[in-house]
């Protein structure tokens, strides 16, 4: 048994000496090829214009499955009344548009106004259809568009006959 524990502790003298051999031995240097020169372009390529075509499918909208431009407020023509409000309820939608003979016009789904048929009253915007195609219309205070304010202020709903629920407390 004693010898088999000399064996075993020569074996361990010599892997140890071994080891400490190869740790403080220096290593070469590892070769590292050149990498290859890459060729610059001589210039960048040119950008190709955009035509009338290019500049046709890029107005059409993407996610639209009519794919027809949406005209804003600013295109639609001048006679066209100003939207000054929505009302939606639960059994209602209204839109209210403001006339320069100062008696509002309200108007729900489906109304027509000048050459334009309402198609929704969303929470922000009325969508109207007409010869210019699809009109998108957010409401706007007189202040905002420079008009003049009216000159009779509107009567209260209470002395106007109009039955107002204060709704849930």
């Known amino acids: 048994m004693i010898g088999a524990r ?6 361990v003298l010599a892997l140890a000496a071994t080891a400490a051999a190869l ?3 220096p290593m070469p240097a590892p070769q590292v090829a050149p ?3 890459r060729a610059l372009p001589a210039a960048a390529p040119r950008r190709a214009r955009p035509t009338a075509a290019m500049a046709q499918i890029l107005a059409r909208p993407l996610f639209r499955p009519d794919r027809r431009p949406v005209a804003d407020a600013s295109t639609a023509a001048t006679s066209m009344p100003r939207l000054s409000g929505i009302l939606r309820g639960d059994a209602v939608r209204l839109a209210i548009f ?3 003979s100062g008696k509002p016009v309200l108007l729900g789904e489906g109304g027509r106004l000048g050459g334009y048929r309402i198609v929704r009253i969303g929470r922000r915007a009325v969508l109207l259809e007409g010869p210019r195609g ?5 409401p706007r205070f007189a202040h905002e568009t420079g008009a003049a304010p009216p000159a009779t202020m ?3 709903a209470a002395e ?3 039955l107002v629920h204060p709704g849930p407390r």
């Open 6 to 11: 000399l064996g075993l502790g020569g074996l």
């Open 23 to 25: 740790a403080l031995a």
């Open 35 to 37: 990498a290859p020169a």
């Open 98 to 100: 403001a006339r320069s």
């Open 134 to 138: 699809r009109l998108r219309l957010v």
């Open 154 to 156: 509107p009567k209260p």
């Open 160 to 162: 106007a006959g109009i």
